[in-house]
T-cell receptor, first 114, second 115 residues
Framework: KAGVTQTPRYLIKTRGQQVTLSCSPI?????VSWYQQTPGQGLQFLFE???????NKGNFPGRFSGRQFSNSRSEMNVSTLELGDSALYLC???FGQGGQETQYFGPGTRLLVL | DQQVKQNSPSLSVQEGRISILNCDYT??????FLWYKKYPAEGPTFLIS?????DKNEDGRFTVFLNKSAKHLSLHIVPSQPGDSAVYFC??????????????FGKGITLSVRP
């Protein structure tokens, strides 16, 4: 079974621009969560989508948004990029049925904001 | 407020010996705990998990112990191999409260296994 895939793997943007990252979950998984990893803050939860609806949200500004499509693929958008948005963005998928589920991560998208 | 803490940033062990990685948490609502292994520029790879109704879970060379009263868990790797050298993250979630999608991570421990 194929794992979680993310595109692109690397991205360079300048301040003020916007960016869209894509994530394809493991087949059969309906929940997609997004995380940001930075050296200072570690791995932090951004939001989760299930059945095309945002189900949980972390403590990030409204510049960070996402969506999910009917095939469970998800996109994350960051508008008006700031230097501090430079990070590794990870998505993780799970069945999303509730209870104690394991999330499986993709390889991440490395975003550099100049 | 760091709810999951991995207080030792690094650990170095000899090949063949036991590696013990520790993790503490403060939120008593956490009921599911996971360990992930991560190489630079890659996503975390799931290793092993444990539910709060258990105190031990074993999978091959990896064993996770949970002490709920102390809010402490540990990952034991026996025997340690050079390929185990990586950053290990402890994560926790509130599986049965509907917030199971949100994993709270520790800062990670860098394990180095010397040949």
């Amino acid at each position: 079974k194929a794992g979680v895939t993310q595109t692109p793997r690397y991205l360079i943007k300048t301040r003020g621009q916007q960016v869209t990252l894509s994530c394809s979950p493991i087949s059969g998984h309906r929940s997609v969560s997004w995380y940001q990893q930075t050296p200072g803050q570690g791995l932090q939860f951004l939001f989760e989508y299930f059945s095309e609806t945002q189900r949980n949200k972390g403590n990030f500004p409204g510049r960070f948004s996402g969506r999910q499509f009917s095939n469970s693929r998800s996109e994350m958008n960051v508008s008006t990029l700031e230097l501090g948005d430079s990070a590794l963005y990870l998505c993780a998928s799970s069945f999303g049925q509730g209870g104690q589920e394991t999330q499986y991560f993709g390889p991440g998208t490395r975003l550099l904001v100049l | 407020d760091q709810q999951v803490k991995q207080n030792s940033p690094s650990l170095s062990v000899q090949e063949g010996r036991i590696s013990i990685l520790n993790c503490d948490y403060t939120n008593s609502m956490f009921d599911y705990f996971l360990w992930y292994k991560k190489y630079p520029a890659e996503g975390p790879t799931f290793l092993i998990s444990i539910s709060s109704i258990k105190d031990k879970n074993e999978d091959g060379r990896f064993t996770v112990f949970l002490n709920k009263s102390a809010k402490h868990l540990s990952l034991h790797i026996v025997p340690s191999q050079p390929g185990d050298s990586a950053v290990y993250f402890c994560a926790a979630s509130r599986g049965y409260t509907g917030a199971n999608s949100k994993l709270t991570f520790g800062k990670g421990i860098t394990l180095s296994v010397r040949p």
